[in-house]
């Protein structure tokens, strides 16, 4: 496990890489200000009705998918 702010700075640097400055700190500002419980949106939305190896074969294809923007 790494630490707190090891883990801020790869998540801001994921955040601004994937969406810009902007987007990324409107998505950081929603988060906070509204009643959000990831832990039960994960149990819903994130891999709902996927075993296990479903979700480790989408989790690997995610990894080795192509970054390259055009």
């Known amino acids: ?3 707190n702010a090891v883990l801020l700075d790869k998540g801001i640097k ?3 890489s994937q969406l810009g400055i902007l987007e990324a700190e409107q998505f950081i ?3 906070k200000s509204q009643p959000f419980d990831y832990t039960e949106w994960r149990k819903i939305n994130l ?3 996927m075993t296990l190896d479903e ?3 989408a989790a690997d294809a995610y990894c080795n998918r192509d ?3 055009t």
């Open 1 to 3: 496990m790494i630490n």
């Open 14 to 16: 994921c955040l601004t």
């Open 47 to 49: 891999c709902s009705g």
């Open 29 to 31: 500002y929603v988060l």
């Open 55 to 57: 979700i480790s074969n």
């Open 67 to 69: 970054n390259t923007v």
